[in-house]
């Protein structure tokens, strides 16, 4: 039982969860209160798993009789905690990124309009169910725990898309999410079964130890991979596995649009990578290249046509999960290296274009593209702001998306018979130049609508200071972050 030490964040936060829907059930007058308590909790559990690579390993783990079993990158590594997860450099490091992000979104959520006068604890609480789900599916070694993580991700995500009761799409939203939802843990469960006739266990060990080997695995064993592809597929909003998140993220309310578009890509990248980081001599490099390109242009062809700004981020997400997946494609050490700094910097552009969003819809109570018209003449700040994380994200130097893009690109033009890919990256990266500028266009040359001002609030302007930093600290200095990432993978 000593090995509970290693997952103490995660308990923490399912008892922290428990304590806030309790509390506001027996005091449900001091309802800000529990975000508070809920954020100071995910800090506590941010600083304890940063302690990992400071230290080089968790403190006391040592003095408990917990030993590592490799070392890498420079920090040691425990793997087989309870048979089924892995409390590595590489969970750790995803870890720190939802961490990061989810005490963002709590923070955001403290002054959205919808929730005023709601049950934030009730809220609260299920945000950090779903992060428990996210942080034990970067650490799942067997896939057991992974759908088990999957579904506490998923549950507590429906429910926080139908949390707007008071408006129709919301709901709509929530149930269209939980048919596809249930969709798609039943190919996952249906294709962990036939891994389990395949390979006789459930953990992934075997299936990492054949592409070690150089094995091909059979047709069978290749219908298997599909169907693990697929169901983590639909978390991930790959491309065709997408169609429920356009609804579901126009209805959700805003800051759960947030959530959605960052914790559950982050742990979902992050156990694509631990299963299929080595997908060469499996023989489904093809197919993941093809669902590649695919995700890419379906999300940014897709929003091209968006005048909802969340329906619009709700396409450039997927297209941002294709270009993870080029990374994942160009395997490799400098593969990986491209999708984990691709996702790490993806969590703080796009919770800061909603922090931005938020000061505007609180005020006009719309996310219509409209809204933004003329908003340099309201707030250049934040206009400036804005513009910042649309040039990031679309890929402009030189700012923290365009470091991101480049080594993704490096990484693929580095491998044989993948050039097509990489224009198809580029060509993709020109297109969302489109739909992105129109917000740019309707900033700084329509006129406003209204002499009122964006609803700016400590939370919000706190968000928006510690993303944009990030973004352009990233983007004239990488090395930093990069050379973490490169000793996370231990290259």
């Given at each position: 039982?000593?090995h509970?030490f290693?997952?103490?964040?995660?308990?923490?936060?399912?008892?922290?969860?428990?304590?806030?829907?309790?509390?506001?059930?027996f005091?449900?007058?001091?309802?800000r209160?529990?975000?508070n308590?809920?954020v100071?909790?995910?800090?506590?559990?941010?600083?304890?798993q940063?302690l990992?690579?400071i230290?080089?390993?968790?403190?006391?783990?040592?003095?408990?009789?917990?030993?590592?079993?490799?070392?890498?990158?420079?920090?040691?590594?425990?793997?087989?905690?309870f048979g089924?997860l892995?409390?590595?450099?590489?969970?750790?490091?995803f870890?720190?990124?939802?961490?990061?992000?989810?005490?963002?979104v709590?923070?955001?959520?403290?002054?959205y309009?919808e929730?005023?006068?709601g049950?934030?604890?009730?809220?609260a609480?299920?945000?950090?169910?779903?992060?428990?789900?996210?942080?034990?599916?970067?650490?799942?070694t067997?896939?057991?725990?992974?759908?088990i993580?999957?579904?506490?991700?998923?549950i507590?995500?429906?429910?926080?898309?139908?949390?707007?009761?008071?408006?129709r799409?919301?709901?709509?939203?929530?149930?269209?999410?939980?048919?596809?939802?249930?969709?798609?843990?039943?190919?996952f469960?249906?294709g962990a079964?036939?891994?389990?006739?395949?390979f006789?266990?459930?953990?992934?060990?075997?299936?990492?130890?054949?592409?070690?080997?150089?094995?091909?695995p059979?047709?069978?064993?290749?219908?298997?991979?599909?169907?693990?592809?697929?169901?983590?597929?639909f978390?991930?909003?790959?491309?065709?596995?997408?169609?429920w998140?356009?609804?579901?993220?126009?209805g959700?309310?805003?800051p759960?649009?947030?959530?959605?578009?960052?914790?559950?890509?982050a742990?979902?990248?992050?156990?694509m990578?631990?299963?299929?980081?080595?997908h060469?001599p499996l023989?489904?490099t093809?197919?993941?290249?093809?669902?590649?390109?695919?995700?890419?242009?379906?999300?940014?062809?897709?929003?091209?046509?968006?005048?909802?700004?969340?329906?619009?981020?709700?396409y450039?997400?997927?297209?941002?999960?294709?270009?993870?997946?080029?990374?994942l494609?160009?395997g490799g050490a400098?593969?990986?290296?491209?999708?984990?700094?691709?996702t790490f910097?993806?969590?703080?552009?796009?919770?800061?274009?909603?922090?931005g969003?938020?000061?505007?819809?609180?005020?006009?109570?719309s996310?219509?593209?409209s809204t933004?018209?003329?908003?340099?003449?309201?707030?250049?700040?934040?206009?400036?702001?804005?513009?910042?994380?649309?040039?990031?994200?679309?890929?402009?130097?030189?700012l923290?998306?365009?470091?991101?893009?480049?080594?993704?690109?490096?990484?693929?033009?580095?491998?044989?018979?993948?050039?097509?890919?990489?224009?198809?990256?580029?060509?993709?990266?020109?297109v969302s130049?489109?739909?992105?500028?129109?917000i740019?266009r309707e900033?700084?040359?329509?006129?406003p609508?209204?002499?009122t001002?964006?609803?700016?609030?400590?939370?919000?302007?706190?968000?928006?200071?510690?993303?944009?930093?990030?973004?352009?600290?990233?983007?004239?200095?990488?090395?930093?972050v990069?050379?973490?990432?490169?000793?996370?993978?231990?290259?």
């Amino acid at each position: 039982m000593n090995h509970a030490f290693l997952i103490a964040p995660e308990i923490f936060l399912s008892v922290m969860a428990l304590a806030v829907l309790l509390g506001e059930a027996f005091f449900p007058s001091i309802r800000r209160l529990w975000v508070n308590l809920s954020v100071i909790a995910l800090v506590l559990c941010l600083g304890h798993q940063v302690l990992f690579f400071i230290e080089g390993a968790f403190p006391g783990a040592a003095s408990l009789g917990i030993l590592p079993t490799a070392a890498q990158g420079g920090w040691v590594e425990y793997r087989d905690v309870f048979g089924m997860l892995a409390v590595d450099s590489l969970a750790v490091f995803f870890k720190i990124a939802i961490l990061a992000a989810v005490i963002m979104v709590l923070w955001m959520s403290s002054d959205y309009f919808e929730f005023a006068g709601g049950a934030m604890g009730t809220y609260a609480g299920v945000v950090l169910l779903a992060t428990v789900g996210a942080m034990f599916l970067v650490s799942s070694t067997d896939l057991l725990m992974a759908a088990i993580s999957l579904e506490l991700l998923s549950i507590a995500s429906f429910i926080l898309t139908g949390f707007a009761m008071g408006r129709r799409s919301s709901g709509e939203g929530a149930l269209k999410f939980f048919l596809v939802g249930m969709l798609s843990t039943a190919v996952f469960l249906f294709g962990a079964s036939y891994f389990y006739g395949y390979f006789g266990t459930t953990a992934i060990a075997p299936l990492q130890a054949m592409a070690a080997a150089g094995e091909r695995p059979d047709l069978v064993g290749a219908l298997v991979l599909m169907f693990l592809i697929a169901g983590v597929g639909f978390k991930l909003t790959m491309a065709p596995f997408h169609m429920w998140a356009p609804d579901a993220y126009e209805g959700a309310p805003t800051p759960v649009t947030a959530f959605l578009s960052s914790v559950p890509k982050a742990a979902a990248i992050a156990f694509m990578l631990r299963l299929f980081a080595n997908h060469q001599p499996l023989g489904i490099t093809p197919l993941l290249a093809v669902l590649a390109a695919l995700t890419m242009t379906v999300g940014n062809l897709g929003a091209l046509h968006q005048t909802n700004v969340k329906r619009m981020m709700a396409y450039s997400s997927v297209a941002h999960v294709g270009y993870i997946l080029v990374a994942l494609v160009a395997g490799g050490a400098q593969g990986i290296q491209a999708a984990m700094f691709y996702t790490f910097i993806y969590l703080f552009m796009n919770l800061g274009l909603f922090a931005g969003l938020l000061m505007i819809s609180n005020q006009t109570r719309s996310d219509d593209a409209s809204t933004f018209a003329g908003l340099y003449q309201k707030s250049m700040g934040l206009a400036l702001a804005m513009l910042v994380f649309l040039l990031s994200l679309t890929g402009i130097p030189p700012l923290a998306g365009f470091v991101g893009k480049y080594v993704i690109f490096a990484s693929v033009l580095r491998t044989d018979g993948l050039l097509w890919l990489a224009v198809v990256a580029v060509l993709n990266s020109v297109v969302s130049l489109w739909y992105y500028f129109r917000i740019v266009r309707e900033m700084f040359l329509r006129e406003p609508a209204d002499g009122t001002r964006p609803v700016f609030s400590p939370a919000l302007v706190s968000c928006l200071i510690v993303t944009l930093t990030v973004t352009i600290l990233v983007g004239i200095l990488p090395g930093s972050v990069l050379g973490w990432v490169r000793n996370v993978i231990g290259s």
